[in-house]
């Protein structure tokens, strides 16, 4: 836990701000809490990174007011309190951040809870569906299996695997199929990698969850399970403590995909003209290919036998396992075309060049 004297400034936005203002501030700081001030810095509220996608899945959009997702009661402490009692204080509400105030509530800095140089190993193994032949690649899969489309330089199964690193997972599973000694050759085990690489060998294409079913031992902890071809930057950990805080069975991130009606609609009611929409705009979840599931989940899969995602999530709810939605709204790409490949390495760049700006 440390006190900053300058970052804290980065999370304050005005009152009047968006969602989506709020989405950019969060980006740009990484603290996961944006402190919303009036014009005198007086604090009227926080939101936190929770708050954002709760307000997304209630149906909000990314120009709402942010005052509808605003806790307007948080806590907060004074500059002298006793830095054990701030310490108490985060373990007993499970926050990471307590902004400090002054006596008229202006806020003069922010308590954060410091693990960036202490992240914890996982326990939690996370499975990697690495076996897709990639047709819609055309030329870029035909002597080359999905996950080793070099994207920046270097295998797109590399970005996805050194991001979850960073993040605590050890134990990576890799489902292959297409080319799949391809994977295995440029991988191993993992000890170039100071991880630990096992390996699902599909004889056909068993879906995004039949996979699974490959495991030969039941895992101890929650899986996290990922497409290879989805470039983004979610943090895997963060979905894996929503899953276990709402103690689902199993977690689906997904994102908000907009569509407009390019015509203008009318509503109509037997032959008679009730309403007109000119171009509206359509919004739903999609899925985002990444997963965390219980081993009681795995249950629901027959060995060798293909099964999908969506197939499987209707399997846990028909015998009443609890499956939440985890709503992302950090950079994402499914590379699916030649002309994502171009984006995602734009996306890269970005990402390199902030990294060196910091």
């Known amino acids: ?144 299996p999905k996950p080793m489309v070099l994207l920046h330089g270097k295998p797109m199964l590399e970005h996805l695997i050194e991001r979850a690193k960073v993040e605590g997972f050890k134990h990576f599973i890799l489902s292959v199929n297409y080319l799949g000694h391809m994977v295995e050759e440029h991988f191993g085990n993992g000890d170039e990698f100071d991880i630990q690489i096992d390996y699902l060998r599909e004889n056909s294409a068993l879906g995004t969850a039949g996979a699974l079913s490959l495991l030969r031992t039941e895992p101890e902890a929650p899986l996290v399970v990922t497409n290879c071809d989805v470039i983004s930057d979610i943090r895997y950990r963060d979905v894996l403590d929503f899953h276990t805080l709402h103690a689902a069975s199993g977690t689906m991130a997904v994102r908000m995909h907009e569509w407009q009606n390019p015509f203008g609609v009318v509503e109509t009611k037997g032959i008679d003209i009730i309403d007109f929409d000119e171009k509206p705009v359509t919004r739903s979840n999609i899925n985002a290919g990444v997963y965390v599931l219980e081993p009681s989940a795995l249950k629901h899969l027959t060995h060798d036998e293909h099964c999908d995602m969506p197939t499987l999530f209707k399997r846990l709810r028909i015998s009443a396992g609890r499956t939440v939605a985890y709503p992302i709204y950090e950079p994402w790409l499914d590379i699916g075309r030649p002309e994502d490949i171009v984006k995602a390495n734009d996306h890269l760049d970005a990402r390199v060049s902030d990294l060196k700006n910091d």
């Open 1 to 144: 836990m440390h006190l900053s004297t300058d970052l804290w400034r980065k999370t304050l936005a005005p009152m009047g701000s968006t969602i989506e203002d709020v989405i950019k501030n969060l980006d740009a700081n990484s603290l996961k809490i944006v402190l919303i001030v009036n014009q005198e810095g007086t604090l009227e509220g926080t939101i936190s990174d929770g708050d954002v996608r709760r307000g997304l899945l209630a149906g909000l959009s990314l120009a709402s007011d942010a005052s509808s997702i605003l806790n307007n009661k948080p806590m907060v402490v004074p500059l002298d309190v006793d830095r054990e009692l701030v310490i108490q204080l985060m373990k007993s509400n499970k926050i990471q951040q307590i902004p400090i105030v002054d006596s008229g509530n202006n806020v003069i800095g922010l308590h954060l809870w410091d693990s960036i140089n202490t992240v914890e190993e996982l326990q939690n193994k996370m499975v990697i569906m690495a076996g897709g032949k990639g047709s819609r690649l055309l030329h870029h899969t035909e002597n080359c």
